[in-house]
């Protein structure tokens, strides 16, 4: 109901805006453009279901071998002890379990690619067991908030296009980044937890939480002076070898369990397929609907009247000109690559407002796009409070963001 609702203010404002920019402003190209970007970002929904086509074909037909083959329920042992207690609503040895951790770690070594028909796979396997068919299960709303929360372990391609428009070091934003996609993945956790009233005072959680701040510092620890390129390349190979290790080991547990492989392959492959054709209708509707907000200067009125309430507390207002792209990277992950450029090219990569906009760019992920893409692949039409708990996740995430360019570059 919520999405509903937000759906509609997007039209809403965005024709009430547009109305008075016309005419207040005498601005009588504004409902030209928001027809052409209407039709554009129409266009756009498709190309993107479209393009997910092949790669959600390949990935939901090599999970359907590792199924068969028993990885996933291996991997959903291992990880039972943690995500029993975020998803207490999954059965022990449900599938999904294992398809969710792989989910993860794509998302975390920044392979989308592989991340997305993964996570896909994971949520058609929680809506076999959701007993309410158009409605999400407090399972299904903790793994879209935590995939709205966006953890990415090293921001591969902030640091590239860094790299490309001339920063001394395009490195400088890893910790700081790293920092920001964890407070905004905990705060996401946190959300979800309240209103779903799990405990997560207890020791696998905290084991998790002290784990993985390690693991950053000790990525930190050996990564922190080595060349952007080098970084990137590292990234690119382990995360290659760790996807095609997965792979391979797939086919050959296949193998092993004298299963078809390759008719698994077809058969799995085919639900990728069906997949990729349902969720464009959810694409175009919420893609057009942002276009709709952002054309119209909806964006800018937001900025602005923060930057207006900032001043007026007397408090510093440098961040300001990187604000868009964390506001936008809710709506839409190219338009706030986009508008990172920008900034970085109006005051220079290495200024504060540079750096500002790269760790909110790798700080917080595209709620609304997720939502229509996950929800819409299992027909979910009542998302209950997922929407909610993950704007949640991207407030704080975009807050934790600007505390932390702060505390690092100001």
């Not at 296009?161 to 934003?173: E, F, H, K, Q, T």
């Not at 692949?377 to 963001?401: E, F, P, Q």
């Amino acid at each position: 109901m919520a999405l509903n609702y937000v759906w509609i203010a997007f039209f809403v404002i965005g024709f009430l805006v547009a109305l008075y920019r016309l005419i207040f402003e005498g601005d009588t190209e504004i409902f030209g453009k928001m027809m052409t970007g209407t039709f554009e970002n129409g266009k756009t929904a498709a190309e993107i279901a479209i393009g997910l086509t092949g790669v959600m074909t390949f990935w939901l037909g090599i999970m359907k071998i590792g199924e068969k083959a028993g990885v996933i329920e291996k991997l959903a042992q291992w990880v039972n002890p943690l995500f029993s207690r975020l998803f207490p609503g999954i059965p022990k040895k449900n599938p999904a379990m294992g398809s969710i951790v792989m989910n993860f770690s794509a998302n975390a070594l920044g392979l989308d690619n592989a991340a997305t028909p993964i996570g896909l796979k994971a949520m058609k396997e929680l809506q076999d067991i959701n007993p309410d068919k158009d409605t999400a299960s407090n399972s299904q709303i903790m793994f879209l908030v935590l995939n709205t929360a966006g953890i990415t372990i090293i921001p591969t391609a902030v640091m590239a296009v860094r790299l490309s428009m001339g920063a001394a070091n395009p490195a400088d934003i890893f910790i700081p980044t790293m920092l920001g996609t964890f407070i905004s993945f905990i705060s996401g956790i946190v959300a979800v937890a309240v209103v779903q009233r799990i405990n997560l005072f207890r020791l696998p959680v905290l084991v998790f939480v002290g784990g993985f701040l390690l693991l950053m510092f000790g990525i930190y620890t050996w990564m922190h002076n080595m060349p952007t390129d080098r970084i990137a390349a590292y990234t690119a190979t382990v995360g290659g070898v760790l996807i095609f290790a997965v792979l391979l080991a797939f086919i050959l547990m296949g193998v092993k369990k004298k299963i078809n492989v390759y008719e698994t392959f077809i058969d799995g492959a085919k639900e990728g397929f069906t997949t990729a054709v349902m969720i464009i209708p959810y694409l175009v509707g919420i893609l057009v609907a942002i276009g709709v907000f952002r054309i119209t200067g909806c964006l800018n009125f937001i900025t602005d009247g923060i930057a207006a309430v900032v001043a007026a507390l007397g408090m510093n207002t440098d961040f300001v000109p990187a604000l868009p792209v964390g506001i936008m990277k809710t709506f839409s992950g190219g338009g706030a690559r986009g508008l990172m450029v920008e900034v970085m090219q109006t005051y220079g990569p290495d200024s504060f407002q540079g750096r500002m906009a790269c760790i909110l760019q790798g700080s917080t992920e595209t709620t609304f796009y997720v939502l229509a893409v996950y929800f819409g692949s299992v027909n979910i039409k009542k998302t209950r409070h997922a929407l909610a708990c993950g704007l949640v996740a991207d407030v704080v995430g975009v807050v934790a963001a600007i505390l932390i360019g702060y505390f690092f570059f100001h």
